[in-house]
């Protein structure tokens, strides 16, 4: 029943069509690379996160056998002679 026909009115229409579709082709291109650009930050994001968490452990470690060691010297060298205090006055008299 109908023909379809086509003027100077159905080409601009089309015209515009096009661009509309080619604007929306641009605007589902950059949201997909936003949306992967955000993936890979939340991704380093989590990997920051833990090794921030693994460092703290190593640390709370380290402080232990340091404090360990601390105490080790320190038996040390109350134990051994060369560390003891003298007391001056009493070897004068």
Not at 38 to 54: K, N, W, Y
Not at 68 to 79: F, H, K, P, R, T
């Amino acid at each position: 029943l109908f023909s379809k026909v086509e003027g100077p009115h159905s080409t601009m229409m089309n015209a515009d069509m096009d661009a509309v579709e080619a604007e929306n082709q641009v605007e589902l291109e950059e949201k997909t690379r936003l949306i992967n650009q955000v993936l890979e930050l939340q991704h380093t994001l989590e990997d920051l996160s833990a090794r921030v968490d693994a460092v703290k452990e190593e640390n709370l470690k380290l402080k232990s056998e340091n404090q360990v060691l601390g105490q080790y010297i320190e038996n040390l060298m109350s134990a051994s002679s060369v560390f003891q205090t003298t007391d001056t006055k009493s070897k004068r008299k």
